[in-house]
């Protein structure tokens, strides 16, 4: 696809990524800090050990998996290294984004809460999950033990496709949590819907969003 289709091409646009991007993992941080109390992986407050989840899903998990998608158009170095990048980014990414449900489990059963019962931890663990597959099916693919030139000519564009909708069920599973942890807080604890934690998470909410949309579009922009 040439430049002239858009008039621009990915360099500017993935710089606008990484200002999106870094922006939303410090109001993630922010947030989970200031308004929610802080991190810890064992405390007598489960919030705490909740606040896990968010930080963990969206840096660690959604910003990482960003990065390994546009490694092909921001790495300046020979394609098979911009694989190699490619695969051990999505590799942590996964790994970060399977740590970062453990939070939500071990809390909900040190307070007897049910698991899976919302549309966000459906298409949370879907995501997460089907991450694993598509990253089993592209090292099996691409690199060991790895196929033949034309079975790879033949899987590239659906491998391409299908990460790039796996990329959009984490970002909906974003938006989804951040819409049910403001529910929650409304109906349990009285949370002002104008206050300015609500606020900061409809905000957030709003950059992560921007953030995908740089996202893809850089993939579809020539890199130079």
Same mark, same amino acid.
């Given at each position: 696809m040439g430049s002239s289709s858009y008039g621009i091409t990915a360099r500017p646009v993935i710089?606008?990524?990484q200002v999106f991007g !870094?922006?939303?993992?410090?109001? !993630?941080? #922010?947030?989970?800090?200031? #308004?929610?109390?802080?991190?810890?992986?064992? +405390? +007598?407050?489960?919030?705490?050990?909740?606040?896990?989840?968010p930080v963990m899903m969206f840096i660690?998990?959604?910003f990482l998996a960003s990065q390994a998608i546009l490694a092909?158009?921001?790495?300046?170095?020979?394609?098979?290294?911009?694989?190699?990048?490619?695969?051990?980014?999505?590799?942590?990414?996964?790994i970060m984004g399977a740590l970062g449900i453990y939070p939500v489990f071990k809390v909900h059963h040190e307070t007897n809460i049910d698991n899976m019962f919302s549309l966000h931890s459906w298409i949370g663990m879907g995501a997460v999950c089907l991450f694993g597959v598509q990253w089993m099916v592209g090292f099996i693919?691409?690199? #060991?033990?790895?196929?033949?030139?034309?079975?790879r000519a033949s899987v590239?564009?659906?491998h391409a496709f299908f990460g790039l909708f796996l990329y959009a069920m984490a970002i909906v599973a974003a938006e989804t949590g951040f819409l049910d942890k403001l529910e929650i807080q409304e109906i349990e604890t009285g949370l002002d819907k104008f206050g300015s934690e609500a606020m900061l998470v409809n905000f957030t909410a709003i950059i992560v969003l921007i953030?995908?949309?740089l996202v893809v579009l850089s993939t579809i922009l020539p890199r130079a």
């Open positions: 710089l606008l990524v !870094v922006t939303a993992c410090i109001l !993630v941080l #922010y947030w989970c800090l200031h #308004y929610r109390g802080g991190l810890a992986f064992s +405390s +007598s407050n489960k919030e705490h050990i909740f606040n896990l989840h660690g998990y959604i092909f158009k921001m790495v300046p170095v020979k394609k098979d290294l911009q694989k190699i990048v490619h695969l051990s980014l999505l590799g942590l990414s996964t693919t691409f690199f #060991y033990p790895g196929a033949s030139m034309r079975i590239v564009p659906w953030f995908a949309m």
